[in-house]
Nanobody, 118 residues
Framework: VQLVESGGGVVQTGGSLRLSCRAS????????MGWGRQAPGTQRELIAS???????FYADSVKGRFIITRDNARETLFLQMNDLKPEDTGVYYC?????????????WGRGTQVTVSS
């Protein structure tokens, strides 16, 4: 299974970008879908996600500015990013979790670079 992100780029402070993540094949029993971000010199952090039952999570750093959505028919995950700030710069990865608990498997994409200039 491959997850492929797209939509990254360079944008000025206050601008917007929309990221997409598409699976190369159907992934059964998906329990969660989300986006992670890794800034230079830091660990990857989860910033937005859906969990089973459509529960939403947003990290405080992006709440009110980012919106996660999905298109189940096209098996695509989106992240609308508004009012971007320089601290949003990093590599953005999508993650789909297959299964639950200890037997769950996380599938990660290779990432797409987002750079916000001041």
């Amino acid at each position: 299974v491959q997850l492929v992100e797209s939509g990254g780029g360079v944008v000025q402070t206050g601008g917007s970008l929309r990221l997409s993540c598409r699976a190369s094949e159907n992934i059964p029993d998906v329990s969660a879908m989300g986006w992670g971000r890794q800034a230079p010199g830091t660990q990857r952090e989860l910033i937005a996600s859906f969990t089973r039952g459509s529960r939403l999570f947003y990290a405080d750093s992006v709440k009110g500015r980012f919106i996660i959505t999905r298109d189940n028919a096209r098996e695509t995950l989106f992240l609308q990013m508004n009012d971007l700030k320089p601290e949003d710069t990093g590599v953005y990865y999508c993650k789909w979790r297959q299964g639950v608990g200890d037997s769950g498997v996380d599938h990660w994409g290779r990432g797409t670079q987002v750079t916000v200039s001041s």
